[in-house]
């Protein structure tokens, strides 16, 4: 597994994805082992979402995320309980590993955005945390 | 596993995505053991190929692929050495699964077509079989 960039929040990492573009096309790839750090068991894509509203605003107690943005723009604010970094992603050629217990929240999506997740873990509305004191709680139990 | 539509290909399926659409913006999901029979070890996206390039025309030996166009349109045509079915991907609710063994096409890429393909097995050059000959006779052996 390729370690990634790390960032001020414990455990968040950026990835460079792998590039060819040719007269062809272009193909951007992640493999998992290499700059995926888990088997994905979902994958879900989220796009339409208004300029003005905020997304996610919780914690997943078990799950790992890979997000990438495929087309357009979203900030993506990471919080380990600590600290707090804001990422712009902007680019299908950047993969960001948002581990679990991290708070994240979307925002600021541009009216083109497609983001799309890579899970390790089935849907589960248990292992959400929707509350920032509850999060926080967790981390020191 | 849901079973997905047949199709007139060997092994061939399609499969209705989970979605959910609300003001707040638009979900569209695939969970392993859900559509997505295998568990991907790659995922690659495919865009900004030219409307006159034809992609694809090989085999894997052992790669499954589950394909999903994310915007826009591509043809794709599947061929199992005896029946041969062209599938218009113009929307990101459905995903195909195209088994191992299975001759695939892509064409009339549409100018903002994304193609998403999760793959079951790591980029190996080896499983590929590119020519329509030598997939007939691994067929028949």
Same sequence: chains 1, 2.
Wanted: charge should be negative; proline fraction near 5%.
């Amino acid at each position: 597994v390729s370690d990634g960039r790390s960032t001020r929040v414990q455990g968040v990492t950026l990835h460079e994805l792998t590039q060819a573009r040719d007269d062809r096309g272009s193909l951007v790839a992640a493999e998992v082992g290499g700059q995926v750090p888990f088997e994905p068991k979902r994958v879900f894509l989220v796009f339409d979402v208004p300029g003005t509203e905020v997304r996610g605003e919780h914690a997943h107690r078990r799950c790992h995320q890979f997000l990438i943005c495929l087309r357009g723009s979203v900030n993506l604010i990471a919080d380990d309980g600590e600290s707090r970094e804001e990422f712009v992603l902007d680019s299908n050629r950047i993969g960001l590993h948002l581990p679990p217990m991290t708070w994240g929240i979307q925002h600021a999506y541009s009216a083109d955005a497609v983001l799309m997740v890579l899970a390790s873990d089935p849907y589960d509305p248990d292992d959400y945390i929707r509350e920032y004191d509850e999060f926080l709680e967790a981390l020191r139990g």
